[in-house]
Nanobody
Framework: QVQLVESGGGSVQPGGSLRLSCVASGIIFSMYDMAWYRQTPGKQRELVAS???????SYADSVKGRFTISRENAKREVALQMNSLKPEDTAVYYC?????????????WGKGTLVTVSS
């Protein structure tokens, strides 16, 4: 059974920092691309940052220079360091694992962790 468990969400003032963590079980973690998505009410889930199994990273334009995604395969963990947070970063953040096998996409999702940025 695949499980992705997020932690680290909370409330922070604008300009503050948070570190989100996602620990995976039930998958061969090192073989999966990992990503963080976020969603606010009434909007589609959007990709925030991703890191491939080989360690290549990419970011949404809105978070470049402020957020850093990293992974530690030995701990089966992907993290998202969020600095200089803005009110528009407020959302539920979801961890995602992805792997394509024989043309078939295999995706798993965590339950999400809420980040609130407000003064």
């Amino acid at each position: 059974q695949v499980q992705l468990v997020e932690s680290g969400g909370g409330s922070v003032q604008p300009g503050g920092s948070l570190r989100l963590s996602c620990v995976a079980s039930g998958i061969i973690f090192s073989m999966y691309d990992m990503a963080w998505y976020r969603q606010t009410p009434g909007k589609q889930r959007e990709l925030v940052a991703s890191i491939t199994s080989g360690g290549r990273t990419s970011y949404a334009d809105s978070v470049k220079g402020r957020f850093t995604i990293s992974r530690e395969n030995a701990k089966r963990e992907v993290a998202l360091q969020m600095n200089s947070l803005k009110p528009e970063d407020t959302a539920v953040y979801y961890c995602n694992s992805h792997r394509a096998v024989n043309g078939r996409d295999m995706d798993n999702w965590g339950k999400g962790t809420l980040v609130t940025v407000s003064s």
